[in-house]
């Protein structure tokens, strides 16, 4: 399985995505590769610090781009960071990966690139869905920004991800938060969203789930 994490607008937490459902994968017994595209590779450099033990690469040019599916052979999953705005590549990426997941805040900034995002990705392999991701709950646009993205009918995922310091705080740490901090409401919503994400929920959870607070 190859998911790949992409959209025109920066800042919308695709590393931070990535790097916590790495963590949640291999908290299952999965075998994940990791895939750096972003210009700067965060990704790479939080897997080096000590924050994931698997196979983490960075630098694939296009034509070793498509040799992806043949090099996520024999691992589970697959999870790609790509570079902000590169929809090109995103585009290539569509053509071989299972899903394109687009994160996106709840503001008006990160909401307007969105359609030109979802364009892009027409008639490819993997129809992109949107991602909800570092929202405030407890603002009126935070609560609501589910319930009208929805209403204008845009493929969501049916879980969202909060804004949360627990996310950046246990990647500083070289961690997850369903390592760093298991029952906290984030480490809940990245478990959830990993379900959200899982088709047909074909991931099995570990036989002592960590105890999570709903």
């Known amino acids: 399985m190859i998911w790949t994490f992409a959209g025109l607008k920066g800042g919308t937490g695709k590393t931070t995505l990535v790097a916590n459902l790495a963590i949640e994968a291999r908290r299952r017994g999965l075998r994940c590769l990791l895939v750096d595209l972003a210009l700067y590779p965060c990704l790479r450099t939080w897997a080096s610090e000590g924050g994931f033990d698997g196979p983490c690469l960075a630098g694939l040019d ?7 599916p ?9 999870l790609v960071d790509t570079q902000s705005g590169d929809l090109r590549r995103g585009r290539a990426l569509a053509a071989i990966s ?9 503001s008006a900034l ?3 690139p969105l359609l030109e995002s979802l364009v892009a990705f027409e008639g490819s392999r993997a129809r992109p869905r949107i991602i909800i991701n570092g929202h405030d709950p407890r603002t009126e646009l935070g609560r609501n920004v589910a319930r009208d993205l929805g209403a204008q009918g845009l493929p969501l995922v049916p879980q ?4 949360r310091s627990v996310h950046a705080e ?29 088709p047909d929920r074909i991931w099995i ?3 002592e789930p960590a ?3 709903h």
């Open 62 to 68: 296009d034509e070793t781009l498509h040799e992806l």
């Open 70 to 78: 043949a090099m996520s052979r024999g691992f589970d999953l697959c």
């Open 98 to 106: 299972d899903q394109v997941l687009i994160p996106t805040g709840a």
């Open 110 to 112: 990160d909401v307007w």
């Open 160 to 163: 969202s991800v909060a804004r």
């Open 170 to 198: 246990s990647l500083a740490y070289a961690s997850g938060s369903v390592e760093f901090a298991p029952r906290s409401r984030g480490a809940a919503e990245i478990v959830s969203l990993f379900e959200a994400l899982s």
């Open 205 to 207: 959870a570990p036989s």
């Open 211 to 213: 105890a999570l607070l």
